[in-house]
Nanobody, 114 residues
């Protein structure tokens, strides 16, 4: 069974930065795609950024130019560097992996507030 474990969330002031990490453990597959989603209270879970096995990336319009997704294929780890954070970025951020199945992490809270 594959588990995705996120880390790096927390409280940050507007304009600040955070780096989220997501590491796969257990029976590790080679993910064809990994991504970050987020869900704010009362809203649906939306894609933030995704990265494929060829390292191609895509981003939600709301985070383009501020967030960067990267991955370490050998470690099946994906990162999300978040800069210039805004209060509207506040949400629970979930890691997603596609490979031999669909896998989700448990989520990590990101709060942007002064």
């Amino acid at each position: 069974q594959v588990q995705l474990v996120e880390s790096g969330g927390g409280l940050v002031q507007p304009g600040g930065s955070l780096r989220l990490s997501c590491a796969a453990s257990g029976r590790i597959f080679s993910f064809t795609s990994m991504a970050w989603y987020r869900q704010a209270p009362g809203k649906q879970r939306d894609l933030v950024a995704a990265i494929a096995s060829d390292s191609s990336t895509r981003y939600a319009d709301s985070v383009k130019g501020r967030f960067t997704i990267s991955r370490d294929g050998a470690k099946n780890t994906v990162y999300l560097q978040m800069n210039s954070l805004k209060p509207e970025d506040t949400a629970v951020y979930y890691c997603y992996g596609l490979g031999g199945g669909i896998f989700w992490g448990q989520g990590t809270q990101v709060t942007v507030s002064s």
